[in-house]
Nanobody, 125 residues
Framework: QVQLVESGGGLVQAGGSLRLSCAAS????????MGWYRQVPGSQRELVAT????????????VRGRFTISGDSAKNTPDLNTVYLEMNNLRPEDTAVYYC??????????????WGQGTQVTVSP
C-alpha cells in the first residue's frame, strides 16, 4: 500500500503561479511513476503531468510549457517518493481539483493506482 499526502493549491489570479507537492509513504519501492490529474465537476479526471522513477515526463497538451513536474527519491534509494507540480501562467480553465497519483509496479503500469485526497486550485480571471 502507498499513502499520498498533497499540499499546495489555493486561489490565484490568472497569470499567477502555484506549486503542488505530494509525498508518498508505505511501499514506495513499488512505485513506477507519480503524477497529477485534475477533475472539474461533471467531467472525467484528466492527466496533467506524470514522471517516472527514471525521470521521464509526460504532459497534457494544455499545460505543456506552463507546468513543470519534478520528483525526489528517498534518501539512498532509487524510490520515487515525492512529486512537485510547478504551475505558471495559470488560466481560469486550470481551475479544478488536482489529485496526486502513484502507480505501479514497474513491470505492469497502473496495475495498482493510488490517489491523494485532492487539492483545489482556483484561478480567477
Amino acid at each position: 500500500q502507498v499513502q499520498l499526502v498533497e499540499s499546495g493549491g489555493g486561489l490565484v489570479q490568472a497569470g499567477g503561479s502555484l506549486r503542488l507537492s505530494c509525498a508518498a509513504s508505505g511501499s514506495t519501492s513499488n512505485i513506477r511513476a507519480m503524477g497529477w490529474y485534475r477533475q472539474v465537476p461533471g467531467s472525467q479526471r484528466e492527466l496533467v503531468a506524470t514522471i517516472t522513477r527514471g525521470g521521464s515526463t509526460r504532459y497534457a497538451d494544455s499545460v505543456r510549457g506552463r507546468f513543470t513536474i519534478s520528483g525526489d527519491s528517498a534518501k539512498n534509494t532509487p524510490d520515487l517518493n515525492t512529486v512537485y507540480l510547478e504551475m505558471n501562467n495559470l488560466r481560469p480553465e486550470d481551475t479544478a481539483v488536482y489529485y496526486c497519483n502513484a502507480d505501479g509496479p514497474n513491470w505492469h503500469p497502473h496495475l495498482y493506482d493510488y490517489w491523494g485526497q485532492g487539492t483545489q486550485v482556483t484561478v480567477s480571471p
